[in-house]
């Protein structure tokens, strides 16, 4: 079995949720049996309906909070009905506005307020109790109660103290009391004084043997616990970003990335460090050998793989740009916004369109329509984009740094010539400057209106002057290294060799 360790996921997944989904369906292709273990709260959200959304099998997700329980990952299935015949009074007026539904009993200073799944069906999701008009608990469903959450008054508030995890019977498998920062978790038989404890008991749990691998894709708070209980398995560590800060580095001395510092000293437990590109593998090579004096395995996997080549059955939208990402400060996509305003003053029929959900989208809506742009620059949400590159020109990026660029390769798949900064490690790796997009060089003082200018050259340039057919077929050239059937064999090879 192959154990993948993660910290969370949403509907707005970053990069290592798109990487652990690839890297699903190629195990499901290879026959490699796999669980992609989550280890954050989720209140909001039945965490199936995020796992599903990206492409994980029910069966293949398995949740820290549920291990303990006979519970199973699985849709939002229990009704309205179902929670009536829970209540204790049977007096009550119901109303119901949209997903929120609310039960109020007569007599009794206590109503219910429903969250449900949508706003057609009676499917809920929690139901959060409000008694003498203090909030005393919130219960948790999926096709039975999983969890509920127990509140006091605290300083005019409501004071989350305890969570409840249930058995599918309704028994309590344990508990988890709170004291602000502070949680301890109450098994019949043990109590645990961490989260980082519980992690290690369920990976001790797991009862690993030395044909298990232990996949970790994020260590924050989970990797020491993870490392400690995984043995005699063969731990992994993935590394999905630069891994190191160049600035603070010297001949001397290297600054880790933060979320690869506790991986690279345990170096000796690791079996395989993970990279997506030969570019990354040879330098954490070599700043191992230079820094720590050891040499350990690294594995070049791309951490994204493509089913075939994306070809137009019509012809491209001339001089249409694409851009995907999660609509956040580090991917820059101001920059885009005003570059493409920028070079509309030479190429009149230029248009973007930006797919993406994030924090950043009203700052970037605000910013199109200061440039008055709207007409030719769209946000334009989270969407498959599996058949949408194939109708664009090309694809532009803003960021500074990608570990890989799952969008980069998708981008490549369709034809698409990128323009992008010459940047660790995703631009380096997709684009051949002046053969299938510019790469454009970056030095430390390099200020915003600088690259936004640069950015707008390069637009211009490529549809100005470069033989766009010859870039969309350098595209496809390049993109063969990243057919599934060929990441495939990555995998199984390493997998063969792991264990």
């Keep these: 079995m192959i154990y993948n360790f993660n910290l969370g996921i949403g509907w707005a997944s970053s990069g290592v949720e798109y990487a652990q989904i690839y890297r699903a369906r190629m195990f499901r292709n290879i026959g490699a049996e796999a669980k992609f273990i989550f280890t954050d709260m989720f209140p909001r959200e039945n965490i199936q309906h995020m796992t599903e959304n990206i492409g994980f099998l029910d069966s293949e ?25 829970t209540f204790q009074y049977k007096d009550y007026s119901f109303s119901r506005d949209g997903k929120t539904a609310k039960y109020v009993f007569n007599n ?16 809920v999701h929690r139901v959060e109790i409000v008694s003498k008009g203090c909030l005393i608990r919130k219960d948790y469903y999926t096709y039975c109660r999983i969890y509920s959450e127990y509140y006091a008054p605290l300083n005019n508030h409501a004071h989350m103290y305890q969570r409840r995890y249930f058995n599918e019977d309704g028994s309590v498998a344990y508990e988890e009391i709170i004291d602000n920062d502070v949680v301890m978790y109450q098994f019949p038989d043990k109590l645990l004084c961490s989260k980082e404890e519980l992690v290690g008991y369920m990976v001790s749990k797991l009862n690993l043997n030395k044909d298990d691998i232990v996949i970790i894709d994020r260590m924050t708070g989970i990797g020491q616990a993870i490392i400690r209980n995984a043995e005699p398995a063969r731990i992994m560590s993935v590394i999905h970003a630069d891994h190191f ?6 001949e001397n001395n290297i600054l880790w ?34 820094y720590k004096g050891c040499e350990p395995n690294v594995v070049t996997i791309p951490v994204g793989s493509l089913p075939e080549l994306k070809k ?36 009149d029929d230029i248009t973007l369109d930006i797919y993406g959900k994030g924090g950043e989208e009203e700052k970037l809506r605000t910013l199109i329509n200061e440039l008055s742009a709207d007409s030719y620059i769209k946000l334009c949400g989270q969407h498959d984009l599996t058949d949408i590159y194939k109708h664009y020109d090309a694809y532009v990026s803003g960021s500074t740094s990608e570990g890989f660029g799952l969008t980069l390769m998708e981008a490549l798949g369709s034809g698409l010539p990128i323009i992008g900064f010459d940047v660790r490690y995703g631009n380096k790796n997709f684009i051949d400057d002046g053969e299938n997009g510019y790469k454009i060089p970056v030095h430390e003082k390099m200020d915003k209106k ?25 595209s496809y050239k390049k993109a063969h290294e990243y057919l599934t059937e060929e990441v495939e064999k990555r995998w199984d090879m390493t997998i063969k060799q792991t264990i």
């Design 61 to 85: 997700i398995m949740w820290l909070y549920t291990f303990f329980t006979d519970t199973k990952i699985a849709k939002v299935s229990y009704t309205l009905k179902q929670l009536e015949e």
């Design 245 to 250: 800060s160049e600035g603070s580095t010297d």
């Design 108 to 123: 009794k200073s206590i109503f219910y307020t429903v969250y449900m799944v949508d706003e057609q069906s009676d499917l």
């Design 257 to 290: 990335n933060n979320y690869y510092e506790y991986s690279f000293s345990q170096y000796k437990h690791i079996h395989s460090y993970i990279t997506a590109t030969d570019d990354q593998n040879k330098l954490l090579r070599e700043q191992f050998k230079k």
């Design 312 to 347: 137009p059955d019509e012809p491209r939208v001339k001089h249409s740009l694409i851009t995907a990402a999660r609509l956040a400060s580090e991917k820059h996509i101001d920059w885009l916004v005003e570059a493409v305003a920028e070079a509309r003053k030479v190429i």
């Design 450 to 474: 600088e690259r936004v200018a640069e950015l707008a050259n390069r637009i211009i340039r490529m549809f100005t002057e470069a033989d766009m057919e010859a870039f969309h077929e350098h």
